[in-house]
């Protein structure tokens, strides 16, 4: 029974997800939830490389999992460092779709199988599509579309490298960071992004998904 929802995720177009739901709940009526589906054709491949140069490099070639980033995530813990996550893309949107925050290893034992899932049955490309369709960019924006419409005016496919590069910088923490107000923090995380797009080789470091 658990695989069935991420086995329909392979034809059929989320209308909500987990956090949304929790994120609608929290808030209650007093904001409305922002959240426009776009297909991949039209969501900017600007923001797509953008996306995968800051939260998961390795996307088009892992099997779900980043096991170097792993390893060096546990080994920064063992000495008392801060580590940063060793998410894939993979795992947050089933985090996102259909489990709920958390560190307990009861959530990431659901996620990791469901993740085996997930990769198991839909393509790098149609990971990507819910990715950015359902991650939060704001205080009640969900997906690209209503991210670009709401901070530039503008759809999702029209979106140049420097926006994309922008609303990328922001995806660890929608809610404290800002892209209508970003902090010199998230500016030198857009100008290292723009330079992890370059060493990739842009937009045809996803050619192949």
Known sequence: MSIIPVI?????????????MQYQWKNSSKQVLDYQWRDWNQLSPQLKIAVVASEDQ???THYGFD????????????????????STISQQV????????????????IEAWLTI??????????????????????????????ASRHY??????????????LLAAVLPNPVEYRVDNPSQYIRDRQRWI????????????????
């Open 8 to 20: 329909l995720l392979r034809w059929v177009d989320p209308i909500t997800s987990s956090f949304m």
């Open 117 to 146: 899932v997930l990769e198991t049955t839909c393509s790098k490309q149609r990971i990507l599509e819910i990715y950015l369709n359902i991650a939060q960019w704001g205080s009640g924006q969900f997906g690209a579309q209503a």
């Open 94 to 109: 089933i985090k996102n779709m259909l489990l709920w925050p958390g560190q307990s290893w009861v959530r990431k034992g």
């Open 152 to 165: 530039f005016n503008k759809n999702s496919k029209q979106l140049n490298r420097y926006e994309a590069a």
């Open 58 to 60: 390795n996307f088009p």
């Open 67 to 86: 096991f170097k980033s792993i390893i060096n995530a546990l080994k920064q813990r063992q000495q008392g460092q801060s580590s940063h996550g060793a």
């Open 194 to 209: 723009l330079n992890q797009i370059r060493g990739l080789g842009g937009s045809g470091h996803l050619s192949e998904i």
